[in-house]
């Protein structure tokens, strides 16, 4: 669980960092049902238009990666489904 904590952390403070905010918030995601609000705030929330304090605009994912992305769940599924 340990990586897992580590990693979630890091990507929301990657998120966090794309909507100028600072790291710091991150660490609401340990409060009970606050939680809840900062994750629905970091997965719906338009990140900055242009450059931050952060740095400059993430670039767009390339389209192979959203194939991607959407066929390993469905593998997922596939597979549980055949066991």
């Known amino acids: 669980y ?3 904590l ?15 905010q600072s790291g710091w918030l ?3 995601l340990l409060v009970p049902l606050l939680n809840l609000v900062m994750a629905l705030y970091l997965v719906f929330w338009p990140g900055s ?4 304090r952060y740095g ?7 389209w192979a990666l959203v ?6 769940p469905l593998a997922g599924v596939v597979a549980a489904i055949s066991i």
């Open 6 to 20: 580590a990693i979630s952390f890091i990507m929301a403070k990657r998120r966090l960092n794309d909507l100028d």
């Open 67 to 72: 194939v991607l992305a959407l066929l390993v």
């Open 26 to 28: 991150s660490l609401l």
């Open 56 to 62: 400059p605009k993430p670039v767009a994912n390339h």
């Open 49 to 52: 238009a242009g450059s931050n």
């Open 2 to 4: 340990i990586p897992v």
